[in-house]
């Protein structure tokens, strides 16, 4: 017969152990997850619960039994203003990542050693530092909300650093190499990177450039806009934050080679993308790819990716004596915070930026060694698919 008390109720069962049921807030007999080996444990953990209700600190035992993975893709899907590519990240280190180990875990199961021991599983399985780091993040992000909402008392994700992902540093760019592999490069992507490098722009942002965004009378370009690969397709969509859209002056040097590109080679129309394929698609990462490693190989620089120009840039703005607010706007890299303090450089300085780099540009043309004839008449403009 259950012993009565004046909060809850304790009844010893067949097995020897005891049980323990309390009336929660909502009005539901509930029962404790687990028996007790004596009555006064019982009588402890009912006590606590009685404390948690007064403090206003109770929490329906049922939220921390939904699955992981049931509510970290609710999570995803419910999440504001997630753009294409950030949800489909998020989806693969859930499936790949998360899911498998956790994802049939109640909330309330998930401990901080459960984590560390899933973290170290997945390192150990090869998985690299930076996915791993990713993985981790979205964990903990998913748990506080967790916490939010009163499912579960504690974030279980309490490992310092995981979250953090060790950058390795950035291959930087001679001018020599700049034009080595503009040079050696098809002569439709020569301006590309050009640009790249000395308008310090992302390949997502060269994609998306149309013709009203070059002003060659202004020596400027504007970002208004990114491709993004998501899902096999490529989606068109404005920069994720205030920093990103942007007017970056352009160096002297390279007018004239977007100005021949212009002609030859972009769609026409005022709203014609600036850079296509030779059967008029905007190019992709992968199909680029091929183009890319044989130009930089062909330049003596095998091992540089397409977006260490971006950095080149901006490595070589810096050499002028650019602030670090005026490199965080030509670069339209910035936190919302940071764009509030970095937008408002001013655009004479750009310009005196972009002086800079035609200077520097300038006097390497004027010094190499001159070509027995420029690469780019040698070369055919290859098919590439796209």
């Not at 998913?142 to 504690?154: C, F, K, Q, W």
Request: glycine share 8%; charged share 30%.
């Amino acid at each position: 017969m259950a012993a009565r008390r004046r909060f809850g109720r304790v009844r010893k069962l067949p097995s020897g152990r005891f049980q323990a049921r309390y009336h929660g807030p909502d009005g539901q007999d509930r029962p404790a997850p687990y028996t007790f080996a004596t009555k006064t444990d019982a009588n402890v953990w009912l006590a606590d619960k009685e404390l948690e209700i007064r403090r206003g600190d109770w929490l329906d035992p049922a939220g921390a039994m939904i699955p992981l993975r049931e509510f970290a893709a609710a999570w995803i899907v419910e999440r504001p203003n997630l753009r294409p590519r950030t949800v489909e990240l998020y989806e693969g280190l859930l499936r790949l990542h998360i899911a498998p180990q956790l994802g049939r875990l109640g909330l309330g199961d998930l401990t901080p050693a459960r984590v560390r021991s899933w973290r170290k599983e997945r390192l150990d399985d090869g998985v690299g530092p930076v996915t791993v780091a990713k993985a981790y993040r979205l964990l903990k992000t998913v748990m506080a909300t967790a916490v939010e909402d009163g499912l579960i008392r504690r974030n279980p994700c309490q490992i310092k650093g995981a979250g953090t992902e060790a950058s390795p540093e950035r291959r930087t760019a001679t001018l020599a190499e700049v034009f080595a592999i503009a040079d050696a490069i098809q002569p439709r992507y020569r301006a590309l990177v050009l640009l790249a490098a000395f308008g310090t722009l992302r390949w997502g942002e060269l994609m998306g450039l149309r013709r009203l965004d070059v002003d060659l009378d202004e020596r400027t370009v504007r970002i208004e806009r990114a491709v993004q690969q998501v899902k096999g397709k490529q989606i068109v969509s404005t920069p994720k934050t205030a920093a990103g859209r942007r007017v970056i002056a352009i160096p002297e040097v390279i007018v004239p080679e977007l100005r021949s590109h212009l002609t030859e080679f972009a769609e026409p129309g005022p709203d014609g993308r600036v850079f296509i394929g030779p059967k008029g698609a905007t190019p992709t990462r992968t199909n680029f790819h091929t183009v890319w490693r044989q130009a930089a190989t062909a330049a003596g620089v095998p091992e540089l990716h397409f977006h260490d120009l971006r950095h080149t840039g901006a490595t070589l703005a810096a050499t002028t004596g650019a602030s670090l607010r005026e490199l965080m706007e030509r670069l339209g890299h910035a936190s919302p915070r940071a764009a509030m303090i970095y937008q408002h450089a001013t655009r004479e300085r750009d310009h005196a930026l972009a002086a800079a780099l035609d200077a520097l540009a300038q006097a390497y043309l004027r010094e190499r060694p001159q070509a027995d004839e420029r690469a780019r008449d040698g070369h055919d403009d290859a098919e590439m698919a796209s």
